[in-house]
Structures are given as C-alpha cells and as structure tokens.
C-alpha cells in the first residue's frame, strides 16, 4: 500500500463545531486530494492540492477548507460541522497518473 | 464537464457466472481510465488502468476492461467470478483530477 496515513480514522462531533481531518504521506507526490463517499453518490472531489500552498475547489467543497503547508500534509478542515456532512473521507495521492488511497475517516456530525 | 456514468447499481450473480460491468465517461483531455475496487470496510484499491496503447487491459484478480474510444466505454470484465468478489467497483477517469462513477455493488453467492 501507499504510504498514506489518514487522522483520525472515527470521529464523532457536535453540530457546529470545527473537525480538522489530517493526511499524511511519505511518496514526495504533487497532488493530494479529500473525497466524500456516501452511498448512492461514489465519491466526490471537496478539494486537491497541487503543491505546498496550492488548492483548488472540487465540486462539493462549500463548507470545507484546505491547506497545505508541507508536501507530507494535507489538513480538510470543516468550519462548522453538519450533520450533512456526516460521511466517509478519503485522502488520495497522485503519481504516476494512478490515485492512491488513505483508509478514510468515519465522520458523525450529530 | 467531466462525468463518469456507471449504469449497474447493484448486481448479483452466482460463483462462476460472468461479470460485465458498464462505463461510459465524458472527458475533454487525454484520457486516463481506471477501475477501483472496494472491499467491505476498506479503502479504494486499483483494479486496472488505461493510459494509452492497447485498449484491452487486464488486470489483478483476473479481471480485464476494454476501452472503445467511439463509444467512450471502459466496460470491466471477468470470466468467472468468486464469492471473494464481492466488493463495490468505481469507475473513474483521471488527469490531474479524478472523476468517479457512482459504484457499482457486486454480490456473488457461493
């Protein structure tokens, strides 16, 4: 397996307060990337990174931020939680042109 | 806009039976092509992959897709399946970014 590592792999959090997910790898790959999975929907793009500082929007990145201060890290920060996005958070990397994934993060927002 | 359009939601079939599962994407770059396979509890894996080159690729565990340029598809396939197959299967297209299909559930009863 790749080496990623996700942070925390469950989580259960109040409506309203901010969770910070955390991605680790130890490839030196360019791009990272946060997806949502929930069933019926596969999984979405929130956000992805580029390089150290540089993100981009997916397609469901409304309530969700991102940075990306080290090559190794990348931090999915939900500002305030809901209970919609209570869901399974995968951490990719990309090299190669291949998508290598974390072993996600349970997520309750109750 | 990028799309991944997997039509089989949920299939069932018996040990030994054959396996086709539909793809069909919309891409405006070079088209980089994938399968992913989920395992109960556990994360994405990658099945097989299409760069370019020979549009019949095989892959792990027996399983092999064609790519048909003129219809878009990347159909995945297996001879004879087994009940250690049951799993979820993501279709996805890539570049820079991923684009997922919505899964398809397999279950194969021994």
């Known amino acids: 397996d790749a080496g990623i590592t996700q942070s925390p792999r469950h989580k259960v959090t109040e409506t309203g307060t901010p969770v910070t997910l955390r991605c680790h790898q130890t490839?030196?790959?360019?791009?990272m990337y946060w997806y949502r999975q929930d069933p019926g929907h596969g999984l979405r793009l929130i956000h992805y990174?580029?390089?150290?500082?540089?993100?981009d929007k997916g397609e469901v990145s409304d309530g969700y931020s991102v940075s990306r201060s080290k090559t190794e890290d990348f931090l999915l920060t939900l500002e305030s939680a809901t209970s919609s996005q209570t869901s399974v958070y995968f951490c990719?990397?990309?090299?190669?042109?291949?998508?290598?994934f974390g072993q996600g993060t349970r997520l309750t927002v109750v | 806009a990028q799309s991944v359009s997997q039509h089989n939601h949920h299939v069932i079939l018996s040990e030994a039976a054959s396996l086709e599962l539909g793809c069909n994407y919309s891409?405006?770059?070079?088209?980089?092509l994938f399968w992913y396979v989920q395992y109960p509890g556990q994360h994405l894996q990658l099945l097989l992959k299409?760069?370019?080159?020979?549009?019949l690729v095989k892959g792990i565990k027996g399983f092999e897709a064609e790519f048909i340029k003129s219809k878009f598809s990347f159909n995945l396939r297996k001879p004879s399946v087994q009940w250690s197959d049951t799993a979820e299967y993501f279709c996805?297209?890539?570049?820079?970014?991923?684009?997922f299909g919505t899964g398809t559930s397999l279950t194969v009863i021994p």
């Open positions: 299409y760069f370019s080159g020979d549009p």
């Open positions: 996805a297209v890539g570049g820079n970014q991923f684009y």
């Open positions: 990719a990397i990309s090299g190669n042109g291949e998508a290598f």
């Open positions: 490839e030196n790959h360019r791009y």
């Open positions: 891409y405006g770059g070079t088209v980089n």
């Open positions: 990174s580029y390089g150290v500082k540089d993100t």
